[in-house]
């Protein structure tokens, strides 16, 4: 994962430890969306180096945030933010 618990946790914000396995799930869910979406695995391989990941974008981390964060206060309001976030980063637009 390119987000960690305590990054999510910091954004929510939450100061327990009651729901750490569902943020984890978010976060993992959350992730899985931006690959699909962008249609490529996060992190990608690197341009020079394939065998190595490249860096994840800011763009592409906070869109994970954006994500969790709509899943954990179970709203549906920064799907257009992120997907915003995301557009740069697509290798297919499909049909």
């Known amino acids: 994962m390119v987000v960690t618990l305590a990054d ?3 954004a929510l914000p939450v100061i ?3 729901d750490d ?3 984890t799930t978010q976060i993992e869910a959350a992730q899985g969306y931006v690959e699909q979406y962008i249609g490529r695995p996060v992190p990608w391989p690197d341009a020079d180096d394939p065998s190595k990941p490249a ?3 800011a763009p592409i981390k906070q ?3 954006i994500l969790v964060r709509d899943y954990y206060f179970q ?3 920064g799907a257009a ?3 915003r976030l995301m557009s740069p980063f697509r290798v ?3 049909v």
């Open 75 to 77: 709203k549906d309001e």
């Open 92 to 94: 297919s637009w499909g």
């Open 16 to 18: 327990h430890d009651a």
């Open 55 to 57: 860096g994840v974008p």
């Open 21 to 23: 396995a569902l943020i």
């Open 8 to 10: 999510a946790k910091q």
């Open 81 to 83: 933010a992120a997907k």
């Open 63 to 65: 869109a994970i945030l």
